[in-house]
C-alpha cells in the first residue's frame, strides 16, 4: 500500500484524505521547524552587512555549531514531552 492510501486500498475511490491531511500537517510543521532555524542561525551567525557572495570560515562554523544545536534541543524537548505525555497517559 502506498502512502497515500492508493494500492491495495479497500476503497476504490482514489486517495485517502485522512493520510494526505496528515502529511500536509507534518509537512508544514517540518517547514516552520525549517524557518525557524535559519532565520534563527542567520540573525546569530551571518552578518548584516555581507562582505563577500560566500560564507567566510567563522561564519561556515558557526552555522556548524549553531544548526547541531538547534537539533539537539529540538530532540530534547521532543524526548521531554514523549516522557510527560507517557506519564500522564
Do not use: W
Not at 502512502?3 to 485517502?16: E, K, Q, T
Amino acid at each position: 500500500m502506498s502512502f497515500l492510501g492508493r494500492g491495495s486500498a479497500p476503497n476504490a475511490g482514489g486517495i485517502n484524505q485522512e493520510r494526505v491531511d496528515m502529511a500536509t500537517q507534518e509537512l508544514d510543521m517540518i517547514t516552520d521547524i525549517f524557518n525557524r532555524l535559519v532565520s534563527s542561525c542567520h540573525a546569530k551567525c551571518i552578518s548584516p552587512r555581507y562582505a563577500e557572495g560566500d560564507l567566510n570560515k567563522g561564519e561556515s562554523v558557526c552555522i556548524d555549531r549553531c544548526v547541531a544545536k538547534f537539533f539537539e534541543v529540538n530532540k530534547k524537548v521532543g524526548e521531554k514531552m514523549q516522557a510527560v505525555g507517557a506519564a500522564a497517559g
